[in-house]
């Protein structure tokens, strides 16, 4: 079980990580307010996922990752760097949040054995569904088309 748990926490720590960067750097470019304000609320949501996980890692006794990216998370970091219409960030992130979700549902049955660690991603992928909806209200009121 902890192993199992470690892993694909570690691996989550590391996305999350990851897009967090993608979102700091985002909100600093800041071109519309609307645009600044959610990323806000996705920046928020965003450190509370790596602090729960950060917590439950340190319960398994896992020590913390350095807090440096990894080959994937500089990766995607160009990604989001190429990305210069607002409509392109935007989608860009929606994607994010999709990956996010699917990833929650891929791995959530892998933590069987894991009943805290399950708990913690269920209530973590019901705060990015919900982050998705409000996203994607975003891009309608901004007349940027759905992928």
């Avoid at 160009?78 to 929650?104: C, I, T």
Wanted: no cysteine; charged share 30%; glycine share 4%.
């Amino acid at each position: 079980m902890a192993n199992t748990s470690v892993s694909i926490l570690t691996q989550h720590l590391k996305s999350q990580l990851a897009y967090l960067a993608v979102m700091r750097e985002y909100h600093q470019g800041g071109e519309s307010p609307y645009f600044k304000s959610a990323l806000s609320f996705a920046l928020e949501d965003t450190q509370e996922a790596i602090a729960r996980v950060a917590s439950r890692l340190r319960q398994l006794g896992h020590p913390l990752l350095d807090q440096s990216l990894d080959e994937t998370g500089e990766k995607l970091l160009r990604q989001a760097r190429s990305r210069r219409s607002l409509e392109d960030k935007l989608k860009f992130v929606q994607h994010g949040l999709k990956h996010q979700l699917e990833w929650y549902g891929a791995h959530l049955k892998d933590l069987k054995d894991d009943a805290d660690s399950q708990a913690i991603f269920v209530a973590l992928a019901e705060q990015t569904r919900v982050r998705l909806e409000r996203w994607e209200t975003l891009m309608k009121e901004l007349k940027v088309p759905l992928d």
